[in-house]
């Protein structure tokens, strides 16, 4: 009786073993953020994007890399077991929500105004009677909302521009990555200017709470090698001064 008891126990065990094993195969989700994330023909490219193909290429791992509307990319990366995304904001609210890798980048959280109006802002607590455009899922929208501030969430950042043009929002809360240059990309600079900026913050590759604890601490590992060697440098140089030579990107 033993015997069998013993033998069951590890059939079991070997049954289990695939779970503890890291995913053949991982979804990676981001949206279209330049000089972050953005598409050349049918593929993604992009200063985050290289460091993720970087990262899988040094831990072995299968994946793709799949641009959506931030809002879907947020929602999948929790539904599914094999989803990551970036490039994501951390923050207090999310830390239990997923597993994190890096950071990969930082960014500058600016407010952004029509270059015709002066708004005399010193402290974002100066901004408490203004309309803030943000949009949905965004970092920003629920470090804002979280603190009283009057939003105006878009389904897209894309709209904010339009919505700050006309008069239906005061500022529009953008986050500038380096190398990021959508004002001057988008001929705005003579009518949208940096107001102020108010927050500094790391963002990260985030996955599923799923997703093995042993290949998070692999793709972290590698990460830190990639800051050690000068792969992160020579990435993130290569688009100091995106979208120079960009033609075709979007």
């Known amino acids: 009786m033993k015997f069998t008891q013993t033998v069951v126990a590890v059939l079991l065990l070997a049954a289990s073993a695939p779970t503890l094993a890291a995913p053949a195969h991982l979804r990676v989700y981001t949206e279209a953020s330049l000089p972050t994330s953005m598409k050349e023909g049918e593929r993604v490219i992009g200063s985050g994007t290289e460091k993720v193909r970087e990262i899988m290429a040094r831990t072995g791992t299968s994946y793709t890399i799949e641009l959506l509307p931030w809002r879907r990319a947020y929602i999948f990366t929790q539904q599914y077991d094999d989803a990551c995304l970036f490039s994501t904001t951390r923050t207090p609210e999310r830390e239990h929500l997923f597993q994190w890798i890096g950071p990969t980048d930082y960014a500058n959280w600016v407010l952004l105004g029509r270059a015709d109006r002066d708004y ?81 913050v790391e963002v990260y590759l985030a996955c599923n709470r799923a997703v093995p604890a042993a290949l998070i601490d692999k793709m972290n590992a590698a990460m830190e090698a990639m800051v050690r060697d000068g792969t992160v440098k020579r990435i993130d140089e290569k688009y100091e001064k995106w979208p120079r030579g960009g033609a075709g990107v979007q």
């Open 120 to 200: 005399k802002l010193e402290t974002l607590e100066d901004a408490r009677r203004l309309r803030i455009g943000t949009y949905n899922g965004d970092a920003r929208e629920e470090y804002l909302r979280a603190r009283g501030f009057q939003v105006d969430s878009a389904p897209h950042d894309m709209l904010n521009p339009r919505k700050l043009m006309l008069n239906r929002i005061d500022l529009w809360a953008a986050s500038f990555k380096r190398g990021s240059a959508v004002i001057v990309r988008n001929g705005w600079q003579s009518k949208i200017v940096p107001v102020l900026a108010f927050k500094r």
